[in-house]
């Protein structure tokens, strides 16, 4: 069985803080891909990034970062400065060689950016 | 491109009424899926399909029913609504096997 937690419900920054989002994840096979997506409050879902199992090199675009830790299995993202617009509810999500088509999608975290 | 449409964006319905959302794609994606929304809960699975003519069970799909007869339609039946399938219903669909998937606007149902 596959399983994603994201134990923070919702987080609270003030503009231009840093906030880190915890992505952690549950899988027996050896080859898995991981996702993050992004909810605005329109309602829309947003892909962020794709990572497979066998990279675990980290990933910076813009003011966003992603590190990857297969010995923790974590999937953890960053937003450097953050801003009023990166306010959104993100989730996490993991699909794999026993599960292909199927994505298993963490609870989310809210991010509250305040000016 | 279009992208992945639904339709309808909102719906009230009754206990015991059927219904169809529909999801269509023109990306000539292979996998498409059905996922509902609930506070707190993430996404959940209900129906995807890995190609036209295959389908298969997610996490939750009692109450729902799909077919996949071209690669461009996905629609999700609701055999008889129940007030536990107020949720937003999201249709997504992939090129395939650990692609990123993309997610339609959604469909805001509310079952009375």
């Known amino acids: 069985a596959q399983k994603v937690t994201q134990a923070q419900t919702e987080i609270s920054v003030v503009e231009k803080e840093d906030v880190t989002l915890d992505c952690v994840y549950e899988?027996?096979?050896?080859?898995?891909?991981l996702f993050w997506y992004k909810q605005p409050p329109s309602g829309e879902l947003v892909f962020l990034i794709r990572?497979?199992?066998?990279?675990?090199q980290n990933e910076i675009s813009g003011r966003y970062s992603w590190n990857f830790q297969k010995s923790t299995s974590s999937f953890n993202f960053t937003i450097t400065a953050s801003q009023v617009v990166d306010s959104a509810v993100y989730f996490c999500?993991?699909?794999?060689?026993?599960?292909?088509?199927?994505?298993?999608f963490g609870a989310g975290t809210q991010v509250v950016v305040t000016p | 491109n279009a992208g992945v449409t639904q339709t309808p964006k909102f719906q009230v319905l009754k206990t015991g009424q059927s219904m169809t959302l529909q999801c269509a794609q023109d990306?000539?994606?292979?996998?498409m899926s059905w996922y509902r929304q609930d506070p707190g809960m993430g996404l959940r699975l209900i129906h995807y399909s890995v190609g036209a003519g295959i389908t298969d069970q997610g996490e939750v799909p009692n109450g729902y029913n799909v077919s996949r007869s071209t690669t461009e339609d996905f629609p999700l039946r609701l055999l008889s609504a129940a007030p536990s399938q107020t949720s937003v219903y999201f249709c997504?669909?992939?090129?395939?096997?650990?692609?990123?998937?993309?997610f339609g606007p959604g469909t805001r149902l509310t079952v009375l």
């Open positions: 999500a993991l699909t794999s060689t026993d599960s292909w088509g199927k994505l298993q």
């Open positions: 990306m000539n994606h292979e996998y």
């Open positions: 899988t027996r096979d050896t080859t898995y891909y």
């Open positions: 990572r497979n199992s066998f990279d675990e």
């Open positions: 997504a669909s992939s090129y395939g096997q650990g692609r990123e998937q993309f």
